[in-house]
């Protein structure tokens, strides 16, 4: 779930499973945009679109106020959002993928006022000036970034002080039963259903889960790029990680 631009680290196999050129993730995800909600839908029960809404909820936007989506894909989190702030406020998603953009603004059409306008940007240079938002959201997205830090780092410069930044991602539950459950889910069934639409990409999405940093780590990283008042919470048995941070005020 998700569309950003990984790259290779230095020395890796560019077809090592979870680790794919930007080239190569540009292209799935292009690949895979017609298919992408459906996909979300089915591998989540539909369970999805509740937990942009908590996200949604935890970037506490008033009426009027700027967000920023990054990692948009086909633009749920950013409408969401749009929402949030009404039609005096601003809603900027981004992406990698010209392919989700283009649905997402299809889906944005269809929402008569909504405030949100989608273009391409890359996460870790966001083209945006400091502190112009008053929140900044990723919805798995997060563990596509080539550089986790960098990502996070951008998001948190471009939101003002006291504003949030707020990171809703998959995350691997360490207790049985739940953790046999997620290994049966991810590693057999959800490549299994990708195979109907593309091997590629729903192999890559296991592999990528496993690499990220489990909750704890995760606030330490959103610590240290300058973010204040994390807390996070677990939901769906701790498959759901919803993560919000403060920028650190002068």
Known sequence: MGARAPSAPAGATPSAPGVLEEAQVR???????GLYDRMNTVMTAGLHHQWRRRAADLAALAPG???????????????????????????VGTDFSERMLALAREKAAGRAGAPVRFEPA?????????????????????????DLR?????????????????????????????????????????PALGRL???????????????????EALAGIMWEGGLREIRWVLTAGGIIALHVGEVRRA
């Open 122 to 146: 890359n996460a870790l240079s966001l083209p945006y000036a400091d502190a112009e938002f008053d929140a900044a959201t990723v919805g798995f997205g997060a563990r596509n970034f080539s």
């Open 197 to 215: 639409a593309d091997t590629q990409a729903y192999s890559y999405l296991p592999s990528s889960v496993r690499r990220f940093p489990g909750p």
């Open 27 to 33: 292209a799935m995800f292009d690949r895979i945009a």
């Open 65 to 91: 106020g700027r967000a920023l989506d990054v990692a948009t894909g086909t633009g749920d989190l950013a409408l969401e959002l749009a929402a949030r702030v009404g039609p005096a406020g601003e809603v």
């Open 150 to 190: 960098r990502g996070l780092g951008e998001m948190t410069r471009v939101v003002r002080p006291g504003g949030r930044v707020v990171v809703l991602e998959i995350t691997t539950p360490r207790r049985p039963p739940l953790s046999s459950f997620f290994g049966l889910w991810f590693d057999r069934i959800v």
